[in-house]
C-alpha cells in the first residue's frame, strides 16, 4: 500500500493536480459564503452518465439479447418447419415466408404482451430503488444531484431503454428475415404494396408506437421505486401491474374501465400498417399514456421529494 | 450565528436538532457547533445518533424539530449551494459493483452540476492516487476487498475541492497503514484550511487527528468542546509508589493535592493540577451529569492556592520529609476515562 502517497500534515502536497485543476487553493476556498451557481451545468452529463451506466450493464444487455431472440427462434422454427397453416399461431406468421419483413412485425406482437412490460419493469423498477439498494442514492443526493433533477434523469434513462427495447426486436425481427427469407414489396393491411425500404420505416413507426405504449408502465414503475429499497421488490412489482392491467382488460364486465387502462391501446398498431396511416390510435395512445406520466410523476416527485434516505 | 465574522463562524451550525422514527427518538435535541477549520470528533457508541445526525447535516433526512446550518447556510433548503463544497463519505461506502473504481467516482462527480465535465477525467485521477488507489482505477468494485471500498468513498469526498469534510467512519475495514493514511490525509485536508467532520467510536483516533470533539449518547449530545478541555487535561493525577504513606499523605495534603481513590496496589493516587503538562486546564461543556471521569472533586481547602503544582516540585518535597519514593508517575486524563464517564461502560470500546 503506497503511504508515501498521502501527503504528511507538514508538507501538504501542493503538487497534487487535484487543486491545479480547480484554480483554487483549498485554505482560499474557506469562508467563500458565495454560492458556486456560476458554474452550474444542466443535468446532460448525468443523463449521459445515467444512459451510458445502463446500456453497459451487463443485465440490460441480456435483457436485449433475451429480446432479441424472440424473432430468431421464431424465424428459425418457421424455416425449419414445412410450412404454417394460415390462421394458426400470431397473425402475420403465416406471411413470413413470403416476406422476410414480417419477422419484425410478428416478433414485436408478441412481445408486446410479456417481454417488454418484462424488461420495462425490471429497468422502471430498478430506478430509484436500485441506487437505494446499492447504497449509492445517498451519495448521487450529496453530490448533490437535487432530487428532482435525479427522478427527471431516472426516468429519461427509463424512457431510454422503452425507445431501444422495441426497436432491438424489430430491427433483429427485419434482419433475421431477411437472412432467412426472400424480401420484396410488402401488402399491407389495406391491400396497398409498398418497397421494402417503405416497410422498414413502417417497423420503426410500430417500435414508436410500443416505445410510447411503455412510457405510462415506465412512470408506474418509477413510482413503486420510490416507496421501497428493495429493487427487486419495485420489478416484481411493476410487471405484476402489467399483467394485472392486461388481464382488466380481457374481462367485459369492466368494460367502463377500459379507457383508462395503461394497456388498453397496446396493440393498436394495427393501423400504422395501413395506406394512409391512421393516427387516431397513436394520437389516443400517446394521450393517455402522457395521463399516467403526469399521475405517476406527481406521485413519485411527492414521496421522493420528502422521503428520508436511510439506505 | 451570523455569517459575519470569519473567525468566529461556525462550518456546521445545529439548533435543538431532533428526529423521531415512530416513537423512538433517534436524536433529541442536539445543539452542534463547529468551528470552521476544525478537525472535529463526533463521538458515540452504536446507535447513539451520530449517523443519523449526519443525514440530517446533509439534506438525507429530514429534521422532526429544529434546524441545520452547513457553512453558514440553512440546510436542506439551500442544499445546492452548500452540498458542492461538502464531501461526505456517510454510513460506508456504496457504489456501483459492475463498474470500475474510476468509472464509479466519474459517474458520481457527473451527479455534482458544479463539478466541470472537462477537468473530470483528471480530477479523478487526482482523487485516486491521493488515496493510493491509481493501480486498481481500472478494476471493478466487485472485485475490491472493504479496505479498498473504503478508500475510493475517501476519494469520492475528495473528488472537488471542499470546504467541509464529513467522514462518517473513515477508516472502518481499514488496515493499520491505511488508518495511518486516513489520519495524515485528514491532517493535510485541515492544514489546508478545510474543516473535517470526522464520526467515529475509536477513542485513540479522535484523540490522534482532532482539534474539537463531541460526544453523542443515546441522542443526545452529551458534551462538546476542545479536545484538551473535554480530556479535563488539568485534573493530571500523581501515582506515587511508597513504604511511607503516612507522611507522603502530609506532604500532599500541604501541597493542596486530593486524593484520588486512596490507595490501589499499594500506590497512592493523588489529583491535582500539575504544571508543565503542555495542556492548560479548561472546562468542558457539559449537558449532561456524570461530569468527572475519575470523581476526584477536590474537598473543602485542599485545592491548591493558586497555580500549578509542577511534578518535580512534588518529588522534592517528599524526598525533603523523608519520603522513600519508589516510583512516581504523572498521569493524563485520558479521553477514554471521560467518555466511559459520559456514555456508560457499556460502549463499544474497540481499540
Redesign the interface.
Known amino acids: ?3 508515501r ?5 507538514e508538507v ?2 501542493r503538487a ?4 491545479e ?2 484554480g ?10 458565495e ?3 456560476d ?5 446532460w ?2 443523463l ?2 445515467e444512459l451510458a ?1 445502463l446500456f ?3 443485465r440490460t444487455w441480456a435483457m436485449m439479447l433475451a429480446l432479441a431472440a424472440v424473432p430468431v427462434l421464431m424465424a428459425i422454427a418457421v424455416r425449419a418447419s414445412s410450412a404454417v397453416p394460415p390462421g394458426r399461431g400470431p397473425a402475420f406468421l403465416d406471411r413470413i415466408t413470403q416476406n422476410g419483413l414480417f419477422v419484425g412485425v410478428t416478433a414485436m406482437l408478441v412481445c408486446v404482451p410479456l417481454f417488454l412490460p418484462l424488461t420495462v419493469g425490471v429497468v422502471a423498477g430498478d430506478t430509484i430503488a436500485g441506487e437505494a439498494g ?3 442514492l ?9 432530487r428532482v ?2 427522478l427527471l434523469v431516472k426516468y429519461a434513462g427509463a424512457a431510454g431503454f422503452c425507445i431501444v427495447a422495441p426497436l432491438v426486436v424489430a430491427l433483429a425481427g427485419a434482419g433475421i428475415g431477411a437472412a432467412l427469407f426472400p424480401v420484396g414489396p410488402v401488402t399491407l393491411l389495406s391491400g396497398d404494396v409498398i418497397t421494402p425500404e417503405e416497410a422498414v420505416v413502417r417497423l420503426v413507426l410500430v417500435a414508436a408506437y410500443l416505445t410510447v405504449s411503455l412510457l405510462g408502465l415506465s412512470a408506474v414503475g418509477l413510482f413503486l421505486s420510490t416507496l421501497t429499497d428493495v429493487p427487486v421488490g419495485a420489478m416484481a412489482a411493476t410487471i405484476v401491474i402489467s399483467v394485472v392491467s392486461q388481464v382488466l382488460g380481457e374481462l367485459p364486465q369492466l368494460e367502463w374501465l377500459h379507457p383508462w387502462l395503461f394497456s388498453h391501446y397496446w396493440f393498436g398498431f394495427a393501423d400504422l400498417l395501413r395506406q394512409p396511416i391512421a393516427w387516431d390510435a397513436f394520437g389516443d395512445n400517446a394521450l393517455l399514456q402522457a395521463g399516467y406520466i403526469a399521475v405517476f410523476g406527481a406521485l413519485a416527485y411527492g414521496r421522493f421529494v ?1 422521503k ?3 439506505s | 450565528m451570523t ?1 459575519a465574522g ?1 473567525g468566529t ?1 461556525l462550518a456546521i451550525e445545529t439548533r435543538g436538532l431532533s428526529k423521531r422514527f415512530g416513537h423512538q427518538l433517534a436524536v433529541d435535541g442536539v445543539n452542534l457547533s463547529v468551528p ?2 476544525s478537525v472535529f470528533g463526533f463521538l458515540g457508541p452504536n446507535g447513539s445518533g451520530k449517523t443519523t445526525t449526519i ?1 440530517m447535516l ?5 429534521a422532526t424539530e429544529g434546524s441545520v446550518s452547513v ?3 440553512e440546510m436542506p433548503d ?4 452548500v ?4 464531501g ?1 463519505l ?3 461506502p ?6 470500475s473504481g474510476a468509472a464509479n467516482l ?9 463539478a ?2 472537462s ?1 473530470r477525467r ?2 479523478v ?3 485516486l ?4 488507489l ?1 493501480h486498481a482505477a481500472g478494476k471493478k468494485v466487485r472485485a475490491y476487498s472493504l479496505g479498498m471500498k473504503q478508500r475510493l468513498g475517501i476519494a ?1 469526498a ?1 473528488l ?4 467541509l469534510l464529513v467522514l462518517d467512519e473513515p477508516t472502518n475495514g481499514l ?1 493499520p ?2 488508518t ?2 486516513v489520519r ?2 485528514v ?3 485541515a ?5 473535517v467532520f470526522v464520526s467515529s467510536h475509536l477513542l485513540a483516533e479522535v484523540e490522534q487527528i482532532c482539534t474539537h470533539a463531541a460526544v453523542m449518547s443515546a441522542g443526545r449530545l452529551v458534551a462538546q468542546g476542545t479536545l484538551p478541555e473535554l480530556r479535563d487535561a488539568g485534573k493530571a493525577r500523581i501515582r506515587l509508589v511508597t513504604p511511607d504513606a503516612g507522611l507522603a499523605e502530609g506532604v500532599f495534603a500541604r501541597l493542596g493535592m486530593t486524593p484520588v481513590g486512596g490507595r490501589s496496589n499499594g500506590a497512592l493516587v493523588y489529583s491535582a493540577s500539575v504544571g508543565e503538562a503542555g495542556v492548560p486546564a479548561g472546562t468542558a461543556a457539559r449537558a449532561a451529569p456524570g461530569g468527572h471521569a475519575d470523581g476526584a472533586a477536590p474537598p473543602d481547602g485542599a485545592e491548591p492556592a493558586g497555580g500549578d503544582v509542577v511534578p518535580e516540585a512534588v518529588v522534592a518535597a517528599l524526598v525533603a520529609a523523608g519520603v522513600r519514593v519508589r516510583g512516581f508517575a504523572v498521569e493524563q486524563g485520558s479521553l477514554e476515562d471521560r467518555f466511559v464517564a459520559l456514555t456508560g461502560e457499556g460502549f463499544d470500546i474497540a481499540q
Open positions: 500500500m503506497p503511504s502517497e498521502v501527503p504528511d500534515r501538504p502536497n497534487l493536480p487535484i487543486r485543476v480547480a483554487t487553493d483549498g485554505a482560499a476556498d474557506v469562508g467563500t459564503a454560492p458556486p451557481s458554474r452550474s451545468s444542466s443535468g452529463p448525468l449521459a452518465s451506466v453497459r450493464r451487463r446499492l447504497g449509492t445517498r451519495y448521487l443526493l450529496v453530490a448533490p444531484a437535487g433533477r435525479l420528502t428520508d434516505i436511510l | 455569517a470569519r463562524e470552521s477549520g443525514r446533509l439534506g438525507l433526512a429530514g457553512l453558514g447556510l439551500r442544499f445546492h449551494e452540498l458542492p463544497r461538502v461526505a456517510v454510513e460506508g456504496a457504489f456501483y459493483p459492475f463498474l466519474r459517474r458520481l462527480d457527473a451527479a455534482d452540476p458544479y466541470a465535465t477537468t483528471a480530477r485521477e487526482a482523487a492516487e491521493r488515496v493510493g491509481s469520492n475528495l472537488s475541492p471542499r470546504e488496515d497503514q491505511g495511518r493514511e495524515s490525509l491532517r493535510s485536508l492544514a489546508d484550511g478545510a474543516t
